[in-house]
Every structure is written in C-alpha cells, then in structure tokens.
C-alpha cells in the first residue's frame, strides 16, 4: 500500500524569501513521485515529477524537488517566492495505476 | 488543443436521481482516472482506466460506476446520489500506467455537484 504525508497544512512565506514545502511517502516499490499545483478555482498542474534519471529534479516556475530515498521524502523547494506562486499543492504517489494525494499545502505569500 | 473536457461543468441535483459525467480527452491516452476533491482530504481516486474495457476500483468508490467503452471518453455515473456525494469531481489522463511509469495526468477543468 502507498500513502502520502503532506507535513504542513499552511506555509506563509513573504515575497522573495524562500519556499519550502515537505513531503514524506510510503511505497511498496521504486514510486513514481509528483508535484502539482493548483490556484484558487483552477485545475491542477503539474509542477515536475521524479523520474529517477536525477535526485533533483526542476520543474516549472523554478520549482525544485529533491528525492531522499533513505528518508523517503520528496520536499518541494523555491529560492525566492512571488505572488503568484499562492495557492494548494499536492504531492502525489503514483503506482500501477493507483495514485494517491496528498491532503494538500495551502502556500500564502506576504507582501 | 490538447485537453480533457468534462461535462457538466456544474450540476446541482437531488437525493436518488441518476447522473452521468461525461470525460473526453483529445490525447489518444490509454489512461483515465476519476478523483473527487473535499476541503482538507487533498484529492482521492475513485475509479481508474488503464485501457478500453479495463477498469479498476480506487480508494473511495461506493455509489459510482464507470465505464470504458473507448479509448477517449471515460464517463462517471451516480446511480442514486446522496448528499455525501456532493464534492469536486476531476477527470485525468495519461499516456500510459504500465511499463512508463512516469507520465503525469491532465486534469479536466472539474465539475462541482451538489446533491440535495
């Protein structure tokens, strides 16, 4: 069985200072890891997925994510937050066909 | 263009009527999903496709059905909705589930039902 554990509900950061976004899974096999986005009364977008060719992986927006296979987790990280970057993000568990949520991290950006 | 469409778009309905949301998607994808999203429980699959006349249960299906009788159109029904349906359905698809393991999903735009 999988499952996926968002650590944080709310994360407020203020413009310009970084983001960071945590993200803990459990996976019978090697899993297919994903971030997606999604703002207010929008669908979701995929912001990059892991696809074991890097640890690192970059995605849009200058979105990063770092696979940690001994901590099993797949933190999501941003050197500099912007505006535009408030709303809910997923981390998403992904294996033969079945692909569970995350419950979700609601990002606040100050001005 | 590239999409996942989904209709209704919105619906409100009452307690035992049946409904059909429709999903079709452009792509020529093996793969489609059917997700319900509720304040604070992220999105959890309901039922999932890996191919024509291949369906498979998620993690919450009671009260829904699907079908796949070809490879674009992945419709959800509620045979007799009840209020703890009313929820944010979304559509997905994907290139592939199997041996490709790391294709991401579409999503439709959504479809908000309120069941009375």
């Known amino acids: 069985a999988q499952s996926v554990t968002q650590l944080d509900s709310h994360v407020s950061v203020s413009e310009g200072t970084p983001v960071l976004l945590r993200c803990n899974y459990s996976?019978?096999?090697?899993?297919?890891l994903f971030w997606y986005v999604q703002h207010p009364n929008k669908g979701l977008q995929l912001l990059l997925k892991y696809t074991s060719a890097a640890t690192l992986v970059k995605g849009i927006n200058g979105f990063e994510a770092e696979f940690k296979k001994s901590e099993t987790s797949f933190h999501l990280t941003k050197p500099s937050a912007h505006m535009s970057d408030a709303a809910e993000y997923f981390c998403v568990v992904s294996e033969a066909g079945k692909s569970t949520f995350g419950d979700g991290t609601t990002l606040t950006v100050k001005p | 263009e590239a999409q996942v469409t989904q209709n209704p778009r919105y619906l409100i309905t009452v307690t035992g009527k049946k409904l059909t949301v429709t999903c079709s998607q452009n792509?020529?994808?093996?793969?489609m999903s059917w997700y319900r999203q509720d304040p604070g429980l992220g999105l959890r699959q309901i039922y999932y496709?890996?191919?024509?006349?291949?369906?498979d249960k998620g993690d919450v299906p009671e009260g829904y059905k699907v079908s796949r009788k070809e490879k674009r159109n992945f419709p959800l029904i509620l045979e007799s909705p009840s209020p703890n349906q009313t929820s944010l359905y979304f559509c997905a698809s994907s290139l592939s589930s199997g041996s490709e393991r790391y294709n991401e999903q579409f999503f439709g735009p959504g479809t908000r039902l309120t069941v009375l």
């Open positions: 792509m020529n994808h093996e793969y």
């Open positions: 996976s019978s096999y090697s899993p297919s």
């Open positions: 496709s890996m191919n024509v006349e291949v369906t």
